[in-house]
């Protein structure tokens, strides 16, 4: 998260809840999907699957960040990995997105739809 240098840092994303595992610290090749429309998480992942992407997992989101700062001040990036169980029993995942120029790493809904201006990202299994 550090790398990541960011305005704003959601307080629950933390070591705690979201715990470093092991993997290659370089990025992983990430395709981001776009819609026309709202799409909820379920319709997303399947789209992804037919395409042959993967689920990313919650590191990609931070080696992302810090890889392409530039990419989330364009539109927000939400990556649909298994979802971490938040306060009130809500299902989030992480999103990168910029506010006032700021950088901004949070947390969104996984069982909210997907607003048309997200992207989302998944990772080349090739």
């Not at 992407?53 to 919650?58: D, E, F, H, I, S």
Request: glycine fraction near 8%.
């Amino acid at each position: 998260m550090a790398a990541g240098d960011y305005g704003y840092a959601h307080s629950c994303v933390t070591s705690d809840n979201f715990p470093g595992r092991p993997m290659s610290p370089h990025v992983r090749e990430i395709v981001l999907l776009q819609f026309d429309h709202e799409v909820t998480s379920d319709e997303a992942i399947g789209e992804a699957a037919r395409r042959d992407l993967a689920r990313p997992v919650y590191e990609d989101a931070l080696y992302f960040g810090a890889a392409y700062p530039d990419v989330q001040r364009e539109r927000p990036v939400v990556f649909l990995h298994e979802p971490w169980l938040g306060f009130f029993g809500r299902r989030d995942v992480v999103c990168l997105w910029t506010n006032a120029g700021r950088r901004e790493l949070g947390l969104v809904g996984f069982d909210e739809p997907r607003a048309r201006d997200d992207r989302l990202a998944f990772v080349r299994t090739d």
